[in-house]
């Protein structure tokens, strides 16, 4: 069975065929998923990826089982995530789980009777976020996603979208990495990519990055910090760089930056919807 729960998962053919498709999500709804039902369990807040799943899936003639707060399913009385997998796969042809603890889409994947698609795990992964992130990348950069310099700026400790992404983009060649954190919120030291550059200062390397990929801090895994990026720094980027985002943003880019043609972090949306329609229709048609 086909479960989507890591980067790894993904192979370069898989990735490409999304990407190549994607774009003609846009013109091209169709009922190919129409009698199939697919689950949306997340244990965590989540208005993008939940929604996006809703409607990738309705838009292709599906129908959707929305658990998109589990205070009000079983699991407040007790019951297992094993138990509630296997309960949801008599009712549906998919699950996306999103669930607080690491590994949870791996146990959820050991007992499933249907495809488990990894909604995010903990500070783990989030492969459909690298899917649509590095569509946005590929489809911004005349389809190229190759030696690129790549800016990744707040709380790499925790954030699993920078992990997954990173994770991705080092598979192709010549990518270079500058990460811009605090001390005590840099990207694990196990994961740097051989090219690589740890710095605390924006301005050490925004003049010369291609892709600007910012992200909040993650208040809810214990972080304390605030930071934000000013329209000043982000005036020193190429004029062909893109500015990228998994959104919620709280305060990390201005609203005044949103006008600029080098802001893609509400394009990354519509980018997920193409690439998770094509997704639920190569896993359930």
Same mark, same amino acid.
């Given at each position: 069975?086909?479960?989507?729960?890591?980067?790894?998962?993904?192979?370069?053919?898989?990735?490409?065929?999304?990407?190549?498709?994607?774009?003609?999500?846009?013109?091209?709804?169709?009922? /190919?998923?129409?009698?199939?039902? =697919?689950? #949306?369990?997340?244990?965590?807040? $989540?208005?993008?990826?939940?929604? %996006?799943? @809703? *409607?990738?899936?309705?838009?292709?003639?599906?129908?959707?089982?929305?658990?998109?707060?589990?205070?009000?399913?079983?699991?407040?009385?007790?019951?297992?995530?094993?138990?509630?997998?296997?309960?949801?796969?008599?009712?549906?042809?998919?699950?996306?789980?999103?669930?607080?603890?690491?590994?949870?889409?791996?146990?959820?994947?050991?007992?499933?009777?249907?495809?488990?698609?990894?909604?995010?795990?903990?500070?783990?992964?989030?492969?459909?976020?690298?899917?649509?992130?590095?569509?946005?990348?590929?489809?911004?950069?005349?389809?190229?996603?190759?030696?690129?310099? /790549?800016?990744?700026?707040?709380? =790499?400790? #925790?954030?699993?979208?920078?992990? $997954?992404?990173?994770?991705?983009? %080092?598979? @192709? *060649?010549?990518?270079?990495?500058?990460?811009?954190?605090?001390?005590?919120?840099?990207?694990?030291?196990?994961?740097?990519?051989?090219?690589?550059?740890?710095?605390?200062?924006?301005?050490?390397?925004?003049?010369?990055?291609?892709?600007?990929?910012?992200?909040?801090?993650?208040?809810?895994?214990?972080?304390?910090?605030?930071?934000?990026?000013?329209?000043?720094?982000?005036?020193?980027?190429?004029?062909?760089?893109?500015?990228?985002?998994?959104?919620?943003?709280?305060?990390?880019?201005?609203?005044?930056?949103?006008?600029?043609?080098?802001?893609?972090?509400?394009?990354?949306?519509?980018?997920?919807?193409?690439?998770?329609?094509?997704?639920?229709?190569?896993?359930?048609?």
């Amino acid at each position: 069975m086909q479960h989507l729960l890591s980067v790894n998962d993904m192979n370069e053919n898989f990735i490409f065929d999304i990407w190549s498709k994607a774009s003609d999500q846009k013109e091209n709804f169709s009922n /190919v998923l129409k009698s199939k039902i =697919l689950t #949306n369990l997340f244990y965590e807040p $989540s208005t993008r990826t939940s929604s %996006s799943f @809703y *409607s990738a899936m309705v838009r292709q003639g599906g129908s959707v089982i929305p658990i998109n707060n589990v205070k009000f399913s079983s699991a407040i009385k007790g019951e297992s995530l094993e138990d509630t997998i296997i309960t949801m796969g008599t009712m549906s042809d998919c699950i996306v789980l999103r669930h607080p603890e690491i590994g949870s889409s791996i146990k959820a994947a050991n007992i499933s009777s249907v495809p488990i698609i990894n909604a995010g795990d903990g500070e783990g992964e989030h492969p459909t976020q690298t899917l649509l992130d590095g569509f946005t990348i590929f489809y911004n950069n005349n389809k190229n996603i190759d030696n690129l310099r /790549v800016t990744m700026v707040g709380d =790499l400790k #925790n954030g699993r979208t920078v992990k $997954s992404l990173v994770k991705l983009l %080092s598979r @192709y *060649s010549g990518n270079h990495f500058n990460f811009v954190s605090p001390a005590d919120l840099r990207f694990p030291k196990e994961l740097l990519p051989k090219k690589s550059f740890q710095t605390e200062r924006i301005e050490d390397v925004i003049s010369d990055t291609d892709v600007l990929y910012v992200t909040r801090v993650q208040t809810e895994r214990g972080s304390d910090h605030r930071y934000a990026l000013s329209m000043s720094q982000l005036r020193s980027l190429p004029d062909n760089s893109i500015v990228m985002h998994p959104l919620p943003r709280v305060n990390e880019i201005p609203r005044e930056f949103d006008q600029d043609p080098r802001a893609k972090y509400f394009d990354q949306m519509i980018y997920g919807l193409w690439c998770r329609m094509v997704l639920l229709e190569n896993f359930m048609s």
